[in-house]
């Protein structure tokens, strides 16, 4: 087993925890599918708030009351009722918009990922977007995108009721800017520095004098991870929980990776 392997599972609950934090006081949080780390800090938040908080997974049937799948999701959006969602992209810049296409000119891309779907939408009408990727290098956070699947902001007159809050990667988290339309680092994950994040981001964005790092999770966050939070994601994402249930099972899960989570090589 290789070092990074026996990190992983650490590396991702902080990430969980992390998530959760940004869903503090949200009504209704929902998860799109392919998502099992926001997925199971949108639970992780539940359990925080003592269960006064509705999480919808899509692709899940015990945490998950939608019976016709994102058209409910889309219609509860319209509606004001989902305070909170997770989007990603394969690229990301630094107005928070997102490429979900492809790399290269629109139609005639290099490559082709699995398309824009409702981010656009969701886009718009979530008051509290959170943009995550777990991969933070200059590919994926870039100056400017080879397509546009979803604008982190709009032109004046075009209503919007929604937008970017935060962007969490692997290397740190950022905070979002509306009035700017720009970035600002809150903290850097531990074992990772600020020249780091600044060689591995294409887009420029603003931070304060000095740097923190990333709260670690305490004991209790943990606690709820590694029982309650696993044992209800597993339903879902059996592979994924067990990454953190199983000592060893860090290459099961990098091996299966490909199958639960969105592919943006």
């Keep these: 087993m290789s070092a990074q392997m026996r990190q992983e599972p650490a590396g991702r609950a902080l990430l969980i925890g992390a998530l959760a934090d940004l869903f503090a006081g949200c009504r209704h949080v929902a998860v799109g599918v392919s998502s099992p780390l926001p997925g199971a800090a949108a639970l992780l ?6 269960g006064a908080l509705r999480v919808s997974i899509l692709g899940s049937i015990q945490q998950n009351s939608f019976t016709d799948g ?45 398309g824009s779907f409702g981010s656009a939408y969701l886009y ?28 982190g902001r709009s032109d004046k007159g075009v209503y919007r ?3 970017p809050f935060a962007l969490l990667t692997g290397l740190a988290l950022f905070d ?6 720009r970035f600002r680092l809150r903290s850097v994950h531990s074992g990772h520095s600020l020249e780091e994040v600044l060689d591995n981001t294409g887009f420029a ?3 304060p004098e000095r740097v923190p790092t990333t709260p670690a999770p305490d004991a209790d966050t943990l606690a709820l991870i590694r029982g309650p939070v696993l044992t209800e994601i ?8 067990a990454g ?3 000592p060893g099972a860090a290459e099961e899960v990098a091996a299966d990776r490909r199958k639960p989570y969105p592919t943006f090589a």
């Design 45 to 50: 938040a539940r359990r925080r708030a003592n």
């Design 70 to 114: 994102g058209v409910e999701l889309f219609d509860c959006a319209a509606q004001g009722r989902v305070d909170a969602f997770v989007l990603s992209g394969g690229q990301i810049d630094g107005q928070g918009s997102l490429n979900l296409v492809g790399v290269g000119p629109y139609p005639t891309s290099e490559k082709r990922w699995a």
């Design 124 to 151: 718009l009408l979530v008051p509290r977007v959170i943009l995550f990727r777990e991969e933070h290098t200059r590919r994926v956070m870039v100056e400017k995108l080879d397509f546009v699947s979803a604008p």
């Design 161 to 163: 009721r929604g937008g």
């Design 176 to 181: 979002y800017d509306g009035a700017r339309g």
């Design 205 to 207: 964005f603003d931070r």
């Design 234 to 241: 597993a339903e879902t994402y059996p592979r994924f929980a």
């Design 244 to 246: 953190f249930a199983t």
